[in-house]
């Protein structure tokens, strides 16, 4: 977990770490993990910044009904990180704005 | 609800405050008159809340070509309605005029609508179009996929954002002193001694004119003044995506993407009644038609969809009408409310203040549906 | 296209969907249960079968006693698609879903009843900065806990009031994280208003105990508990450094980066908005939810709701409400004759009215200020997907938006994402303080699907045409 993470972790049960790749960073994150989760244990904080104004935006609800943790995973832009579990070899980008249409 | 009504008399009541009616009660306050505007619920149905936004003029017309050449003569005073409004209110609605797309998925569709504009501009020479085929296309739309066969151009067409219309007309009429009523569904109109009274409620209220404009509303309030308002409903289904960044500069007949870069999709027009909601059937069938000519459209996501209801005459074509057996009391109704804005506004309203009745509107009398 | 036909579709595993579904299978119905989550719990059993804690007793008891559920559920034949959103129910009440898992695919379901079990979401709680990254839900950290094992790094502030709120400090203390301080803006004088409620409350005296435990233990733990917090600003350039409060009348400050809030849950009434479900707005928890029948059936005819989407009742409530929505769709069905029915029924509607019971003084008691539920700072974002703010909301009321609908169509307040769910409940209080009126008579968002967003590419496959073609433009009269 990153210095400037906002969290830190409690002692788990051992069920192994994934490699998710964030902005093109490798990091090794815990099994079972939600990709927002992931993003808040390596910071930095914001995972967006917002269509409307670019302001920055960071998870907040952790259940999929603010719609503030909207990152691109695997090439799909705009996807719930929180309701996504992490898997091995994920690729995670943080979104600048409105997707592009490609 | 009861309504305090300034009791002395207003100029004109306009009847309803969508587009049709906002558009000319603005026209009215803007040259002077005391206006009010009585309109219907916050959940009231509201043709007006779900536009497209085309200011489109391409391939109107067919059975009657004056109303091309009417939704041609709101096109080309559009420009200059959106920058009143922007000067008064400092809204920008957003309307730009680049020309507009009506795309063909295959070679015998794009030689029928060539044929149809064909006969529209020799009709009406301003009626100006050009066939593209695929390639042409592709200069113009880079976004265009593989499967289409063409499509027509005309420099007569544009877009806008029908919302923000409507509030710019909001703050520009009330900027004029225009009174505003919601919650004031009028129950019934009174001709009283060559003026009206209108009942709200309780309360009622009086005005020199009258102007009906409350859409599906009007069928049963036109007969009140000697009017005929045969209009029923059509639903319409449209989708809204969610922003991507600009791929698509110009508008198409059923897919347009906005300033803010949703992209929005329609349309269907079904004939289900009072029935304003969405289906899964149709919802998909718009889908197909986006993704048909706009395969980059696929995995872009659906953010919101509605399904809003026309107000149709039986042929489609507006009425504009004073009553004769009450002079003063005037029908209104269109189904192309954001295209004709501009004309309701800088043409009807006048009209209704006396002056003259464009022949162009010769072809909008309600008598022409009388057996 | 697949359509799936069912006996009973339940919409949501959480304790009331776990609970309606094992009922159902009880009297042999084919039923299906999904949820959008990975693992079956909701939100207040989150992760309870999978637990990532090395030691998930910090969590409390209550937590773990929804390990048998969960387990029971798990171990039953009842079919369970997780991973699976249901984002449109049309007015022929076929459920359109799109599965996410491996296999994907998107699909119909005819389902001759619905239970829908979606729960609740946290109250919105619009104070200037609340959409800083620092800034989170109780519930969303309290989530991380459960869900990932993570806690907050440094002491931190919890603002609002609210059982969850005081169960998660609780959570905290026993799990060794600091808490910087309280901001408790719970009113002066509820708890005062409460008491009138003590007589149901203490038909249900576990609650009021664990109530009281928790409150002891947060102050034996010698927790900074400020209350009658009358205002919250949260300030920062690009996230939160610092929290000013006010109390009787003088602005403090905290330094802090993470800044959790919460004001209570709020049923989630999307998909029985967009079916057309008729609502009554409740007062005493001021909020909205569907009018229900006595087995939680809504005013469309097989739909049924179960649990907190129902009106907030809590987790132990929620399983008979499920039982009780199932029981009815089974009568229903045919599969289960009335005395059987009311038989079974009978002690679950007496444990039901246990748990209702303290409700009234809960509600009383944590009763959600004016000033937080009607910014008074213009300043203030209402709609945060839009960015929408308190100022531009009440400069729609003047130009005459007497509604949230209108409202919207000229603000875009509750076009995003969200579809209001952050909002609808702000600008429907804001636009009746400004009116003068009760919130019920001033509306709500018109809901459409999709529930949540779908691509284009799934809702073209969602449901085919007869021939597969593309549809073409009607042909209007010209």
């Avoid at chain 3, 996410?100 to 119909?108: E, I, Y």
């Avoid at chain 3, 900074?224 to 602005?251: D, F, N, P, S, W």
Wanted: hydrophobic fraction near 40%; include cysteine; proline fraction near 6%.
């Amino acid at each position: 977990m990153q210095n400037d993470s906002l969290f830190k972790t409690l002692p788990r049960v051992a069920d192994g770490t994934v490699r998710v790749f964030i902005d093109g960073m490798p990091y090794q994150v815990p099994r079972g993990l939600n990709v927002a989760a992931a993003l808040l244990a390596n910071g930095p904080l914001a995972c967006r910044t917002t269509v409307v104004s670019g302001a920055e935006r960071a998870p907040f609800c952790m259940m999929g009904v603010c719609f503030d943790c909207l990152v691109e995973i695997d090439g799909v832009p705009n996807r719930q990180g929180c309701m996504t579990p992490v898997q091995d070899g994920m690729r995670v980008r943080r979104m600048q704005g409105a997707r592009s249409i490609a | 609800m009861q309504k305090n009504f300034d009791t002395s008399d207003y100029d004109v009541a306009v009847v309803g405050g969508g587009l049709v009616g906002m558009a000319i009660a603005f026209g009215l306050a803007k040259r002077g008159r005391k206006v009010i505007v009585c309109d219907g619920e916050d959940n009231s149905l509201r043709a007006a809340r779900g536009n497209f936004g085309l200011v489109w003029v391409q391939g109107k017309g067919t059975k009657c070509t004056n109303y091309a050449r009417w939704s041609l003569h709101s096109a080309d005073t559009w420009q200059g309605f959106s920058d009143d409004l922007e000067a008064r209110t400092g809204v920008s609605v957003g309307f730009e005029r680049p020309g507009g797309f009506n795309i063909a998925l295959q070679p015998d569709e794009l030689a029928a609508k060539a044929a149809t504009m064909q006969g529209l501009f020799e009709a009406e020479p301003r009626l100006k179009y050009e066939v593209l085929d695929r390639k042409a296309l592709a200069e113009r739309l880079p976004a265009i996929g593989p499967d289409v066969a063409g499509a027509i151009y005309s420099p007569n067409d544009g877009h806008v954002n029908p919302l923000y219309t409507l509030r710019a007309l909001f703050a520009a009429y009330e900027q004029a002193g225009g009174e505003y009523a919601p919650n004031a569904n009028v129950s019934a109109i009174t001709p009283s001694g060559g003026a009206f009274r209108l009942t709200v409620g309780d309360s009622t209220l009086n005005a020199g004119r009258v102007v009906l404009a409350a859409g599906l509303g009007n069928r049963t309030l036109a007969p009140m003044v000697g009017l005929s308002a045969p209009v029923k409903p059509l639903r319409g289904q449209i989708l809204v995506t969610e922003r991507v960044q600009p791929f698509l500069a110009y508008p198409t007949i059923y897919v347009r993407q906005t300033v803010e870069g949703s992209v929005m999709v329609g349309d269907s027009a079904e004939d289900v009644g009072f029935d304003d909601n969405v289906t899964p059937d149709v919802l998909g069938d718009i889908a197909r038609r986006a993704i048909a000519p706009f395969p980059i459209l696929k995995n872009v996501r659906l953010v919101r969809a509605w399904g809003a209801l026309r107000v149709m005459t039986p042929d489609g074509l507006p009425i504009y009408e004073e009553s004769t057996a009450h002079p003063g009391a005037f029908l209104a109704t269109c189904h192309s409310g954001v295209t004709l804005a501009a004309a309701h506004c800088e043409t009807i309203a006048p009209w209704i203040l006396g002056a003259d009745r464009p022949t162009l509107l010769d072809s909008f009398y309600a008598k022409r549906f009388a057996v | 296209m697949t359509l799936k036909h069912l006996d009973l579709l339940v919409i949501g595993a959480g304790p009331a969907g776990i609970a309606a579904g094992l009922e159902a299978q009880r009297h042999g119905l084919d039923t299906l249960v999904l949820d959008e989550n990975a693992y079956p719990g909701g939100q207040i059993y989150r992760s309870v079968s999978h637990s990532p804690l090395a030691d998930p007793s910090v969590l409390g008891a209550d937590y773990l006693r929804g390990r048998a559920l969960v387990d029971d559920f798990e171990r039953s034949s009842v079919a369970y698609w997780p991973q699976t959103l249901a984002w449109q129910i049309s007015q022929d009440k076929r459920v359109s879903v799109t599965r996410q898992d491996a296999g994907g695919g998107t699909l119909q379901i005819a389902a001759r009843a619905i239970v829908l079990a979606g729960g609740a979401q946290e109250r919105p709680f619009p104070v200037p900065g609340w959409t800083l990254p620092g800034v989170m839900g109780v519930g969303a950290a309290q989530t991380l806990l459960k869900a990932c094992a993570m806690v907050p790094q440094a002491p931190m502030v919890l603002a609002g009031c609210g059982p969850l709120l005081y169960l998660f400090a609780w959570q905290l203390i026993r799990a060794g994280v600091g808490i910087r301080a309280i901001l408790d803006t719970a009113e002066r004088g509820s708890y005062r208003a409460a008491l009138s409620h003590v007589g149901g409350a203490l038909r249900s005296p576990s609650y009021l105990a664990k109530g009281w435990q928790l409150l002891r233990a947060i102050r034996r733990a010698g927790v900074t508990h400020i209350k009658h917090v009358e205002a919250l600003r949260i300030v920062g350039e690009q996230q939160a450094e610092a929290v000013e409060y006010t109390v009787a009348g003088q602005v403090n400050r905290i330094e802090t980066s993470l800044v959790l809030l919460h004001q209570g849950v709020i049923p989630n009434t999307q998909i029985t908005r967009s079916i057309g479900c008729d609502h009554v707005w409740d007062d005493a928890q001021l909020c909205w939810r569907p009018r229900l029948d006595s087995w939680g059936e809504t005013s469309v005819p097989d739909i049924f709701v179960a649990g907190d989407g129902g009106g907030i009742a809590g987790a132990l409530a929620a399983e008979p409400s499920g039982r009780l929505a199932a029981l009815q769709a089974a009568h229903r069905i045919g599969q289960l004759d009335a005395a059987t029915r009311d038989s079974t029924a009978s002690p679950l509607r007496a444990e039901l009215a246990r748990h209702n019971a303290i409700r009234p003084f809960l509600d009383t008691l944590y009763r959600p200020a004016d000033g937080f539920r009607r910014p008074a700072a213009d300043d203030t974002i209402v709609c945060r997907c839009e960015e929408v703010t308190a100022g531009e909301i009440r400069a729609m009321a003047k130009l005459g938006c007497v509604g949230p609908n209108q409202t919207k169509s000229f603000s875009r307040c509750g076009m995003g994402p969200c579809q209001g769910r952050f909002c609808g409940a702000t600008v429907a209080e804001l636009l009746a303080d400004i009116q003068g009126k009760p919130v019920p008579e001033v509306g709500y968002y018109r809901i459409r699907p999709p529930i949540k967003p779908v691509t284009l590419g799934e809702l073209a496959v969602a449901v085919p045409s007869p021939d597969g073609s593309v549809l073409p433009r009607a042909e209007f009269p010209k």
